[in-house]
């Protein structure tokens, strides 16, 4: 290669790999798979090391890849967080055993470890106390998610045992089960938000989550692998990670100490199917060399240690064919592409589909009918179709055309501006949409509503009982013509009845929850009613008032001014609010206790040791003190705690905005 040809290759590459770098760390979705991402960082890495003239500092060979973000308190690490060498083949662990042998000789162990696939933390403890817990970032700097991983539960929060020094770091990977992950994503998809790909994607997703109480309802786990002490404590991390588990911490119970190299390809060969046996995902081995002073003789890199290194598991792969591409229809109306694949044999279990994703995948992966694909399953549930064999396409073979048409109801689908997802709009005629609207409503999480079910809900629609929601609250009046349905016995419909009519009590968030509107899942229903109490105000607020609700953003607010102005919508609710449904919230009615306050305005942002949030608001709104939504030029006090946003702090300093703390704020109504 021509050294101007190396240039340019060298500046393409460096560029893509900054684009994936801030997919996978910052966004938490990434558009190629790890080992294609590996492919060209060693593509990158071996023309660097060619053309020396061209490495460039900032080059993605020589730093870490993550970056620190402005929602959290950028914090300094005292020890860099590195990352790790990795290799997918053998040979080359053979090299790097003999580059360990040179430099410290024969005489060492190496401690093999799963690569848990998930998020590196840092955690440092004070007199055993959990002072702070910051992400990798950059690797110099991270974001300070403290208050997030306090609600991780197998991190502890204080010691109780155990002789550990007054001052420590521990790192480890924050990861989610993958039954979690499962459960939670299914949520997301019937509530019509965004899905994650995988848990190691949803697990890095809700540490960015401002909102603590959110992350609590997501379980994550953390597994711990490295202790950092300012006085050397032992002389191996063998021995340390022993320590840290008689402290209080989860270890990993699969770690073994190996003698030779040989051991270590045995523990990887053991692990490669055992893998699926896991709860979690990991995506490969790491092997330490034992020793902290050998470790230190090995030193770093810019980027890794010397004496570590990492062994990737390839995910599994298959070849099958593609018989057939079905489309579901959802139910907010979205049409979702599964392949039926001839069945094939993939880690462990039979494979018959694979998800499609929508309309650009298929652009992506060019997909022909009757292809040959090769079929991968990761860690995620469901296996996907990573690329086609072109060698084995028949030559006449069409491309896979998208459908243009509804499979249900014929209706032309329509395409949102920078949507990738295909909907029916005929959201109030198209069977599966109506069905699957209708058993969310009643569905456990939303009304739930006792003897209606799912299968009833399609036998009441099928015999043309129930077309709307509204339709579920008059089957009261058609008492004899549900008698006159055979399995249907009168024991059942009263109870169904009764279901029917004692849900006409719940609460407001569930019903707005209920109405499955798109975007609006139950954490932002919920939202939305604290805020607006009443249908009525929520009809009215515009998309400014909308987005500025915590955690509401555009394309909700886009969402519900939609679903507001349709006309068919509006006579649904006015039928629905004359039938007794609830569209007013229950909040407690504020007793003022003084008017301390009076005339004055709030925003409470961070976390207090003493109160909670919700009881500052009280009290602020009991001595006639107003709370305000976000900082502006509007605002009289921001009552801060900890772990404030830095971004807020900066809009409250330029706007001169006196900042008080919750001691303040108490004192000001004493
Ligand atoms: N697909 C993409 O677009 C994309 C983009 C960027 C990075 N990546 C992937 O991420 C990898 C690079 O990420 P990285 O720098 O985080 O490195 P890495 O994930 O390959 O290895 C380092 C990390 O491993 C983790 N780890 C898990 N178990 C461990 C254990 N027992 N001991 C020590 N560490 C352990 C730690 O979080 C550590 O930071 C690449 O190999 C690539 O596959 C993919
Ligand atoms: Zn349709």
Redesign the pocket.
Known sequence: MLPNEAKNRIDALSAE?RQ??Y???VLAQ?????????QK?RELADLEKQFPEYIDLESPTQK???EVTKEFQTVRHRWP????G?TYNEQELHDFDQRIRKAIGDNFEYVC????????MSMTYEQGKLARAVT?GNGVEGDDVTTNVRTIHSVPKKLTSGNYPNFFEI?G?VLMHRKAFERLNNERIESGEIAYANPRNFASGTMKLQDSAEVAKRPLDC?L??LYTDKPLFKTHWESIQAVKSWGFHV?EHTRLCHSLKEVLDFIAEWELKRFDLSFD???I?L?VNNYAQQQELGFTAKVPRW?I?Y?YKAEQVETILEDVEYNVGRTGAVTPVAHLKPVLLAGTTVKRATLHNANEILRLDLHEGDSVYVEKGGEIIPKIISVNPAKRRPDAPPVSYRTTCPACGTPLERKEGEAAFYCPNDEACPPQIVSRMQHFVSRKAMNIDGLGDETIETLYNRNFIRHISDIYELHNRKPELQQMDRFGEKSILNMLAGIEKSKQMPFEKVLFGLGIRYIGETVARKLVAHFKTLERLKAASLEELTAVDEIGERIAQSLVEYFSDPAHQEELQKLQSQGLQFISEAKEVTLHSDKLSGKTFVISGVFETRSRDELKELIEQNGGKMLSSISAKLNYLVAGDNMGPSKLEKANKLNIPIISDEELLRMIQ
Request: aromatic share 18%; hydrophobic share 35%.
């Open positions: 790999l994936h770098n997919n996978y760390y990434p558009t190629i798979s790890d080992f294609d991402f590996d960082l870490v890849g993550g967080m590195l990352s790790l990795n470890e799963l690569k848990f696939d998930g998020l590196s990798r790192r990977e597994f692998y490295f990993s990991i995506d490969g790491v330490k570590a990492s990737k």
